[in-house]
């Protein structure tokens, strides 16, 4: 049985970590896999959603691999959620249950997540007598605050999904975590695809800009070139149209 799954649901790639028994941890093979089919759905689709086969999101990196690992075999198994935070296209984590160490960076590389009632965000690294690993500081104390990220990194702190929420590490939490990951991902889905890709990538590099005048001028030339699209120019007549027609 293949251990990382990807189905298409029109321009919605749902991929799907699926070694329940082993809760869905991270190996050097399995890393690659899930950067292969990251790289897979970019190719064919507009938004693309994680999640893990039941009763794990995923539990972290595989002990018995990452004891006996060094720079290169650290880098291996950083390779499937590095794949999801470089993606291409939006990116949404449904957490559907423990997120732990290498599984809570795998949350964080996604651009928006969705907690389960079963889910818990867990560094765990201080725990297990290891340093962190794969840029998690820095995205952890990006998406909270510097408190939280302390809490759950130094004083060993696990979030539950609603405190995930209340911290911002969480968009949203939902029954079925899945069902509202894809509903979101609609908005992408439905776009141009080169317009959602643009967009992506616009807002990596106003992210890092202090200045709303550069951020005016960075978005200035993709905006003219949409304009200029023949998307553009079908949903502007369609628009008109409705209008017209009330």
């Not at 690993?133 to 979030?159: D, K, S, V, Y």
Request: charged fraction near 20%; charge should be negative.
């Amino acid at each position: 049985m293949a251990e990382v799954l990807l189905e298409h649901h029109d321009s919605v790639a749902v991929i799907t970590i699926n070694d329940p028994d082993r809760r869905n941890a991270l190996t050097i093979d399995l890393s690659q896999e899930l950067a292969d089919k990251v790289h897979q759905a970019e190719q064919k689709a507009n938004a693309l959603i994680i999640t893990g086969a039941p009763p794990a999101f995923c539990a972290g990196a595989d002990l018995t691999q990452l004891g006996s690992s060094k720079d290169e075999g650290l880098k291996k198994i950083y390779k499937g959620f590095l794949a999801v935070a470089n993606a291409t296209i939006p990116t949404i984590a449904a957490v559907n249950g423990a997120a732990v160490g290498a599984g809570l960076n795998l949350a964080l590389a996604a651009d928006l997540r969705i907690a389960g009632p079963k889910a818990r965000f867990d560094a765990r690294f201080l725990q297990l007598g290891i340093h962190p690993g794969g840029g998690m500081t820095w995205m952890l104390q990006r998406l909270t605050n510097p408190q939280t990220a302390t809490a759950m990194t130094l004083f060993g702190q696990i979030l539950d999904a609603d405190e995930a929420v209340r911290t911002g590490l969480a968009y949203a939490r939902a029954e079925d975590p899945l069902a509202v990951a894809k509903e979101l991902a609609r908005a992408s889905a439905e776009a141009p695809a080169a317009l959602v890709r643009t967009i992506k990538a616009t807002m990596r590099v106003t992210d890092v800009l202090d200045d709303h005048a550069d951020a005016v001028e960075t978005e200035l030339r993709p905006q003219v070139a949409s304009i200029d699209t023949p998307e553009f120019a079908a949903r502007l007549a369609a628009m008109k149209a409705r209008i017209s027609g009330q």
